[in-house]
């Protein structure tokens, strides 16, 4: 396999900055989206539970109906892609079933080896403290999707801009979410920069390391 280097690494993560205006006019290739799309799948989740479902929009008329309940957030129209994180809005035994069994079968491994496994899911999630906030729990996975998939689009050169200025029950109503046992919880426009947005003249500001890394050795 082959690895991207340090510099390579920090290059990336400076070029990337939270795009305010896209070129409406180029699109992400199919290739580089169908790989977007798996680092969404490929996300890690606490238990690997995936508490979660993707909404890809490219639809124009839903875009520019998302517009109006995104503070009108030009971006939403002009992106290529736009991409809503939802959670699932309760946690229930069925669900963990399904998973064990997906577990089961990709592993190879008989479902009766991973019943500790899934007890102690039940335990925490369903029957112990978490289960009281457990739609909470679920939203706090969602970020480390958004945060996989923005490194993972500036490594390939895409643009993006993570998006909470939203109204989510209204998200839920246009894209048909509502009594599908999901909510939206946060959304991320995908595309290309345009030329005119002043954003991309702007130096990164960011706390000095002395700031924010505090060892302990």
């Given at each position: ?21 896209f ?19 490929l ?8 508490p ?31 991409v ?50 457990i ?43 509502k009594?599908?046992?999901?909510k ?33 050795s």
């Amino acid at each position: 396999m082959n690895y991207l280097n340090d510099d390579q690494l920090i290059s990336a993560l400076n070029w990337r900055y939270a795009v305010k205006k896209f070129d409406s006019n180029k699109k992400i290739k199919d290739g580089t989206w169908q790989t977007l799309e798996q680092s969404l799948i490929l996300t890690p989740s606490s238990y690997g539970l995936q508490p979660w479902n993707f909404y890809v929009v490219t639809n124009p008329d839903l875009k520019t109906k998302l517009t109006s309940v995104s503070w009108n957030q030009k971006q939403v129209e002009e992106c290529s892609h736009l991409v809503v994180f939802t959670v699932k809005t309760t946690m229930d035994e069925a669900y963990i079933t399904k998973f064990v069994q997906t577990l089961s079968e990709q592993r190879n491994t008989p479902a009766a080896n991973l019943d500790g496994y899934k007890k102690m899911m039940v335990g925490d999630l369903l029957n112990g403290p978490r289960s009281k906030f457990i739609s909470e729990w679920a939203s706090r996975q969602t970020y480390i999707a958004l945060g996989n998939f923005m490194t993972c689009a500036a490594l390939l050169g895409v643009d993006t801009c993570p998006m909470e200025g939203i109204q989510p029950e209204a998200y839920d109503e246009i894209l048909g979410i509502k009594n599908t046992g999901y909510k939206t919880v946060v959304a991320c426009v995908a595309g290309y920069r345009s030329t005119e947005d002043a954003y991309q003249q702007n130096k990164k500001v960011r706390f000095s390391k002395q700031d924010l890394i505090i060892k302990k050795s």
